[in-house]
């Protein structure tokens, strides 16, 4: 049995974006208010400074001030799970003690990035960091962008220290996340990566969800979950193939974030462009932000009329 208590980290986790101000530096008003934003939808939790959250792009600095601006705004209300990971061990590890330090309720991390490394190198380099902190620990595995493939022998090693809760699966494969889930069980967290198959995650055993498009429809996967717990599949899968076609549009962008951040700027939620190399959104786009947000708007009417 885990000490940890991790009911809190299951359910609907938006990874939230970067908040800049208009000369692109982290604004600390941005985020608070995109954070409350995100409270009052009824969401479990923000995973700040991940893939959505451009962690990757930003100094250890700015990662800093963005996560002390969400948790002073939501800590209380919200679960809070830091990005932490960096290229290197040393910066990983600077940032899951601030993390722990600003009261985050959880550090996760993907591999060390840009090296190709062994499977002790990532090893040694997650139990760095959670030897360096006394929270619960969330591996992130997302072998699209890193290039590490989480072995199941390597999870099974990991998840039997106390401190590792679980495990954010971003691959594709709903096999490998079943895989993950049997060996880890009632005593692990498995939380499904890829948005367009959050059902599909869930029903072969997922926790529950981190997202990087949840954040401009949470409702909708709200929805999908509530549905999912009240057995009504065929209501669940309605839904997540309304959801499909929102992504499917939303991927038709230069940059996922770059159109996410668009949508929500057009409903006041102002979070600034997505930091270089991820582009904004082109001028002569607009137009068809505005028509996938208005999209959006009603797929969110609708799913809160069918509740009523
Ligand atoms: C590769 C990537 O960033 N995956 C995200 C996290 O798992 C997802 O939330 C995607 O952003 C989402 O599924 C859209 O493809
Ligand atoms: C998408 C996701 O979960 C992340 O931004 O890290």
């Excluded at 009052?40 to 700040?48: E, F, H, I, K």
């Excluded at 309720?105 to 959670?130: D, M």
């Excluded at 002569?284 to 797929?299: F, P, S």
């Amino acid at each position: 049995m885990r000490t940890v208590d991790l009911d809190r980290f299951r359910g609907i986790t938006i990874a939230m974006y970067s908040c800049y101000d208009e000369q692109g530096e982290v604004s600390t008003e941005a985020a608070r208010m995109l954070a409350r934003h995100y409270a009052n939808t009824g969401v479990s939790g923000l995973y700040v400074g991940g893939s959505s959250g451009e962690g990757m792009l930003q100094s250890v600095e700015e990662r800093k001030k963005m996560l002390e601006a969400v948790i002073a705004e939501v800590g209380r209300e919200l679960t809070v799970i830091a990005h932490i990971g960096a290229p290197s061990t040393r910066d990983s590890v600077a940032l899951a003690k601030h993390a722990e330090e600003a009261g985050a309720h959880a550090v996760s991390a993907v591999p060390a990035i840009y090296y190709r490394l062994p499977e002790a190198s990532v090893e040694h380099h997650w139990q760095s960091i959670v030897d360096s902190t006394l929270l619960p620990f969330i591996i992130y595995h997302i072998p699209q962008t890193t290039g590490f493939h989480l072995s199941k022998a390597l999870l099974t090693r990991l998840i039997r220290q106390d401190k590792i809760i679980g495990v954010k699966i971003s691959a594709e494969s709903t096999f490998e996340l079943q895989q993950f889930k049997a060996a880890g069980g009632d005593d692990i967290l498995v939380l499904n990566g890829p948005d367009e198959q959050y059902l599909a995650g869930r029903s072969i055993g997922a926790d529950g969800g981190i997202g990087g498009t949840y954040g401009v429809m949470p409702e909708l996967f709200l929805e999908i979950e509530n549905c999912f717990q009240e057995g009504k599949l065929e209501e669940a899968q309605k839904w997540q193939f309304t959801v499909n076609e929102l992504i499917a549009e939303l991927l038709t962008f230069p940059s996922l974030y770059g159109a996410c951040k668009a949508v929500l700027k057009l409903r006041g939620l102002d979070s600034g462009e997505p930091r270089l190399p991820l582009l904004p959104v082109r001028e002569t786009d607009m137009e068809r932000v505005r028509a996938l947000n208005d999209k959006i708007l009603d797929c969110i009417a609708r799913a809160e009329a069918s509740r009523k």
